[in-house]
């Protein structure tokens, strides 16, 4: 045995080493299509009424008057006028007097048509964005990693990938 021990050395010396090793090699190619939606933000204001003064005598005082009738429950409120006269004649006097109308209740809404906004609410507050066209917005990737990205119209974007990875463990 002690014979052969040298040989049998000198033979796993010289035979050809095995190699254990893992290769992946992954693909993955994605689009993303974004067409941006339309929208509103409208807040109504209310009506209001201020009056001050000094030196000033109020025989009818100002204020708002309710709508009445078929407009009661969308109408804003209006201003009543109000009759002052000075109370001491040749005296110095301030008097101030303001009335906002409010919005009256729109039964109509925002409209949007192919993300254009059409038509508004007539409120105080009003925010608004268009939303996007898709009109030709498209988006490819062939299995050899060929990307065509087609633009739309206003408010959209496309984005694409294609990523090779190759891994050795």
Same mark, same amino acid.
């Given at each position: 045995?002690?014979?052969?021990?040298?040989?049998?050395?000198?033979?796993?010396?010289?035979?050809?080493?095995?190699?254990?090793?893992?290769?992946?090699?992954?693909?993955?190619?994605?689009?993303?299509?974004? $067409?941006?939606?339309?929208?509103?933000?409208?807040?109504?204001?209310?009506?209001?009424?201020?009056?001050?003064?000094?030196?000033?005598?109020?025989?009818?005082?100002?204020?708002?008057?309710?709508?009445?009738?078929?407009? /009661?429950?969308?109408?804003?409120?209006?201003?009543?006028?109000?009759?002052?006269?000075?109370?001491? #004649?040749?005296?110095?006097?301030?008097?101030?007097?303001?009335?906002?109308?409010?919005?009256?209740?729109?039964?109509?809404?925002?409209?949007?048509?192919?993300? $254009?906004?059409? /038509?508004?609410?007539? &409120?105080?507050?009003?925010?608004?964005?268009?939303?996007? $066209?898709?009109?030709?917005? #498209?988006?490819?990737?062939?299995?050899?990693?060929?990307?065509?990205?087609? #633009?739309?119209?206003?408010?959209?974007? /496309?984005?694409?990938? &294609?990523?090779?990875?190759?891994?050795?463990?």
């Amino acid at each position: 045995m002690k014979r052969y021990l040298p040989i049998v050395l000198l033979l796993s010396l010289v035979a050809p080493m095995s190699a254990k090793a893992d290769l992946i090699h992954r693909l993955t190619s994605s689009t993303q299509i974004t $067409v941006d939606g339309a929208g509103s933000v409208a807040e109504r204001i209310g009506s209001t009424y201020t009056s001050s003064g000094s030196n000033i005598t109020a025989s009818t005082f100002g204020g708002l008057t309710a709508a009445s009738g078929d407009n /009661a429950l969308t109408a804003p409120a209006t201003m009543t006028d109000a009759t002052y006269t000075i109370t001491t #004649a040749g005296s110095a006097y301030s008097f101030s007097e303001g009335f906002i109308m409010g919005d009256s209740v729109d039964t109509d809404g925002t409209s949007v048509s192919s993300g $254009v906004v059409s /038509a508004l609410p007539a &409120f105080g507050n009003v925010t608004t964005s268009s939303g996007g $066209v898709a009109g030709n917005l #498209a988006g490819t990737i062939t299995s050899a990693g060929a990307m065509t990205l087609t #633009a739309g119209g206003a408010g959209t974007s /496309a984005v694409g990938q &294609f990523v090779s990875e190759v891994t050795v463990k």
